[in-house]
Structures are given as C-alpha cells and as structure tokens.
Nanobody
Framework: QVLLVESGGGLVQAGGSLRLSCAASGRTWRTYDMGWFRQAPGKEREFVSAVRWDRSNTYYADSVKGRFTISKNNVMNMVYLQMNSLKPEDTALYYC?????????????????WGQGTQVTVSS
C-alpha cells in the first residue's frame, strides 16, 4: 500500500515556475515507479513525466520536455516536479502516481496508487 499526497500548486504567470511535491509513504514505495499526470477540465488525464523506481531513467511528455524536471528523493520520501517556463496550457490538476509494474509509462491505467491532486493555474 502506498499513500501519496501532493502539494505546491498555485497561481503563477506565464513564464514563471512552480515546484510540485509528492510525499510518499508505505513500506515498499521505494520500489515503485513514480509518475506525474495532469487533467484539465473536459480532457482526459494525460502523462507528464515519470521516473523509474531506481532513478535510472526519466521520461517526459513532448509538451513539457526541456521545461519540467522530475526527481525522486528516497531519503526524504519525496517526489518532485520542477516546472519552469510555465504556459497557460499547463493549467490542470496535477496528480502524483505510483506503479509496481508496466510497459507504457504514459498509460494511467498501469499506475496503482494516486494522490488527491494539486491545482496549477497559469495566467497569461
């Protein structure tokens, strides 16, 4: 069992930055791959970024590549998403998620645990 709680969302102007945090708990969470997804009103939940459980690889959606950075700190029991050069189209509810097995990093159905989400709003 893995419990995830996101924080760090807010309202920023285009071009600004935010750092989202995901606090993880559970005896086996460190062996899970971790991902960030987002969902805007009227749209499907979409993949943003993911990091392999052992931090050997990271993955990014084309829309955020070069602007967002995912990291995983096992000592602090935290997963982060640093978001720079934010755009209005980044506005969404952002979710932290964990999976113990899968083959497609961008498929939300492969993730087993989800946080409650944190809202990111980017104004123009």
């Amino acid at each position: 069992q893995v419990l995830l709680v996101e924080s760090g969302g807010g309202l920023v102007q285009a071009g600004g930055s935010l750092r989202l945090s995901c606090a993880a708990s559970g005896r086996t969470w460190r062996t899970y791959d971790m991902g960030w997804f987002r969902q805007a009103p009227g749209k499907e939940r979409e993949f943003v970024s993911a990091v392999r459980w052992d931090r050997s690889n990271t993955y990014y959606a084309d829309s955020v590549k070069g602007r967002f950075t995912i990291s995983k700190n096992n000592v602090m029991n935290m997963v982060y998403l640093q978001m720079n050069s934010l755009k209005p189209e980044d506005t969404a509810l952002y979710y932290c998620a964990a999976r113990d097995d899968g083959s497609n990093w961008s498929d939300p159905s492969e993730y087993d645990y989800w946080g409650q989400g944190t809202q990111v709003t980017v104004s123009s």
